[in-house]
């Protein structure tokens, strides 16, 4: 299944070490039914939103048209990146020596990275669990590449973290949003909006949609 994310007040290694770190690595594994609609329509119909992955049921019109606005501008500034040409995959080098067990935990993960562009360049780093397909992973090969990325970036262009509600809420845990774990929550976790992104392509099938929705 997929890994699960963690986010450090500090770096694997000394160099960064005021800098916030955003990192994924293996664990196990989760929503619903992502709509289009949620970023298609500047005003829409919370019963219209309530299968998607960020709408809890109940949640007003007023609240899912911040959310709409939010995922809009984070996934444009997204976009806006990646057309720059100057985006970085790659590992961080040091962690071929890792030793501690934090440099260990990172050398682990899937992938990490410095949030709200924090190190002053576009790097996505990916490490050693990146090409696993873990048992509990919600999505395998490509498409759980594909998703890695994209939490990533979320992290890393439009801020976004990985909310512990319970758990840390990656989807092997569950990202359905419900009362307990509402849409405020949703729409700043990272493997949300991954897995709508991942949705929104068209690649997803029911039951990896139900398992990651699942409420927790
Ligand atoms: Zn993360």
């Given amino acids: 299944m997929l890994g699960a994310c963690v986010r450090s007040a500090s770096t ?11 990192g994924c690595y293996p664990r196990r594994s989760p929503v619903r039914h992502y709509s289009q609609k949620v970023l298609a329509s500047p005003v829409a119909d919370s019963a219209d939103l309530s299968p998607a992955p ?8 007023g609240d899912i048209n911040v959310w709409i606005t939010t995922l809009l501008q984070g996934f444009k500034d997204i976009i806006a990146m990646l057309n720059r040409g100057q985006f970085v ?17 990172f050398l682990n993960s899937e992938a990490f990275t410095f949030r709200s562009q924090g190190e002053g360049m576009d ?8 090409f696993v397909d873990h048992p509990g992973n919600v999505l395998a090969g490509q498409k759980n590449w594909t998703r890695i990325l994209i939490h990533e970036l979320s992290h890393l262009v439009a801020g976004t973290r990985d909310i512990v509600n319970g758990r840390t809420r990656y989807a092997w845990y569950g990202i359905g949003p419900h009362a307990g774990y509402p849409g ?5 976790n990272a493997d949300n ?7 929104c392509g068209g690649t ?7 398992t990651a929705l699942r409420i927790v």
Avoid: I, K
Avoid at 54 to 61: D, I, L, Y
Avoid at 123 to 130: G, I, K, N, P, T
Avoid at 204 to 210: K, L, N, P, V
């Fill in 123 to 130: 790097v996505v780093y990916v490490e050693s669990s990146f």
């Fill in 193 to 199: 909006w991954a897995f709508f992104a991942v949705d």
């Fill in 54 to 61: 960020f709408a809890h049921p109940g949640a007003s019109t």
């Fill in 204 to 210: 997803m099938t029911d039951s990896e949609r139900s």
């Fill in 89 to 105: 995959l790659t590992d961080w080098v040091p962690l071929r020596n890792a030793s501690t067990q934090q440099e260990l935990d």
């Fill in 184 to 188: 405020g929550q949703c729409v700043q």
């Fill in 12 to 22: 694997p290694t000394p160099r960064d070490g005021q800098r916030a770190v955003v």
